[in-house]
Each structure stands twice: as C-alpha cells, then as structure tokens.
C-alpha cells in the first residue's frame, strides 16, 4: 500500500479488524520510510462495473466517486457516518448484484435515489435535484410528493 504522505511502498500493518457491518476490514498502518499513520478498507468487490455514460463512453464504477456525490447531499445533515457507510456498501452490493457488468448511470442515479430515501429525506431532495436536473420550483414540489408517496396530490407552487 502506497503511503499517502511520501508515496512509499513500504508500509506495515499495525491492527486490522472489521467494520460495524462486516462489510470491509479496516486497517491501521505505519509507513516505515516516513512514519505517518493511515487507514485504508479493504472490500469484497462481486465483479468489475463498468459504466455506460449518458454519451455512450464507458469508464470504471469509481466507489469513491459515488461516495462523494452521497457525501455533498449529506452535507450539513446530521447522519450517523456508519449508516452512511453501510448504505454506501447496500448500493454498492445492489449494482454489482444486477448480474451485468455494465451498468447506466440512471440505473445507478435511481438506485441511490432509492437508498437515500431511506437514509435521509433532505439529501435524497438534494440529490434527486442534481440527477433530474430541476429547473423550476415545480420539480422540487413534485420531488417532495414523491417522498411523502402523494406525486399526484402535489400542491400548487406559488
């Protein structure tokens, strides 16, 4: 494991144990060229994803990436950081377990969309915002009815 502060390779692992959920075994280390201690997680990864753009290009599911887009609807929110990371994980597991190696992105914006509902309403609006792309007051509302499970009943936006 490259140190993150000088970029050795030479590291050790000083304590290793895993995660509330069992999910990744998180590990201490020391890195013997300049001393900095870090963490790193290690996963059980089902199989190689691949996501198909909306233009079509195809890149590396990128968990870290997916991590940052929960983290930016999070922001400010008072959510238990291993919820978060077990919905994290819960998504991840849902995409792999598709039983393609491809995946869309709507696929995997809808799958989040599903998770965060449940995880936390303001971030699942947050991020429902930025993945449907809301222009107008009206989408918000229409959003909200969603979450309350009356998107026929939407009240009027004034």
């Known amino acids: ?38 963490t790193t997680f290690e996963r059980v990864q089902l199989r190689e994803l691949t996501v198909i ?37 819960k998504i991840v597991r849902d995409l792999e377990s598709i039983g393609e190696g491809e995946v869309t992105t709507e696929t995997i914006g809808e799958t989040v969309m599903a998770h965060l509902k449940d995880l936390d309403d303001v971030a699942y609006v947050r991020f429902a915002s930025v993945y449907k792309n809301f222009r107008e007051a009206k989408d918000f509302t229409q959003a909200l009815a969603e979450l309350a499970g009356e998107e026929d009943e939407a009240p009027p936006v004034r």
Not at 1 to 11: A, E, F, I, K, Q
Request: aromatic content about 4%; overall charge positive.
């Open 1 to 38: 494991m490259r140190c993150p502060s000088c970029g050795s390779l030479d590291t050790q692992v000083k304590d290793s144990r895993p995660t509330e959920d069992s999910s990744a075994i998180r590990r201490r280390r020391l890195c013997l060229a300049c001393g900095f201690r870090f």
């Open 53 to 89: 753009k909306r233009n079509g290009r195809r890149v590396p599911f990128d968990r870290d990436k997916l991590a940052r887009s929960i983290e930016i609807a999070l922001r400010k929110r008072n959510v238990d950081p291993d919820r978060v990371e077990q919905t994290i994980s």
